[in-house]
């Protein structure tokens, strides 16, 4: 058995964790061994590596907060799930191994037949596109979302689950080398962000109002959603790839009503019921095994090739996520 383990932070992510043999414990009643088919590498987990992350695990920890895996053994008095079972990662760090210790209570089965790398990836970003379209804005088919960062992985599962709720989507980049991807993604409307933003975002949808805006750059570019939003609008916050505070103007607060809220997914986990957990990644489950919900995969990386994994995550430009496959191809 391997995880991949880091003792210290630093500033160069990939420098400060390696792979490293580990023995499992005996199980406890109630406990079972699951087998680590696919975990994703998140923003959120390089950011934890360099210590910038708004939660941080005591160290020595393990990497990666989310995947999916299969039961291989059962403490006693354990009768669900049951071995051979596929089931969601808890989230409690430490995805990056080919085995995981955890309680059998409140483990999330999954469907056995779906693809490994899309269920692996349905912790933390489906649910975070689900909830910011869902949890702020009472919105209706035929209403219009914008959303930077559009070519994230957020992005792209916004896209998806705003067609089949038959939402329109403006979707906002910050180059024009990633405009193609995100019409490949099914995006109705693309456009590179820029100070004229608002006066385009009015002419592609005619002077309709928007509701909803979703934020993950932050500095300026808070500003040029907030201009495109319609009066009274909700512009919800969830990141800061641009390095910067939100940036907006008292002018978007005070004469056209603009809200600015936060999203951050492990408040939502600590706040929301088990029976509101299990609708969410209820649905979410069914859309990816139904093939109506996907993302795309750069590159797989096995345990031993944690170092280049995680650099190729912290890269600039990706055209889709990076994945560890701890125990081999799947």
Known sequence: MKKAQYAQRGPVPQDVIEAVEFEAPPLNAGQVLIEVLASPINPSDVLTLTGEYGLLPPLPAVGGNEGVGRIAAVGPVVSHPQVGQTVLLPIQGGSWATHMVASAKGLVPLPDGADPKQLAMITINPPTALLMLSEFVDLQPGDWVIQNAANSAVGSYLIQLAKLRGLRTINVVRRESAVEAVRAAGAEVVLVDGDDLAKRVREVTQKAPI????????????????????EGGVLVNYGAMSGEACSISPASFVFRDVTLRGFWLSRWFQAATPQRRAEVFGEIGRLVASGQLTARVQATYGLDQIKQAVAAAAAGERDGKILILPNGPV
């Open 211 to 230: 509701r909803l805006g979703i934020d993950a750059v932050g500095g300026v570019a808070t500003q040029h959603l907030a201009q495109s939003l319609g």
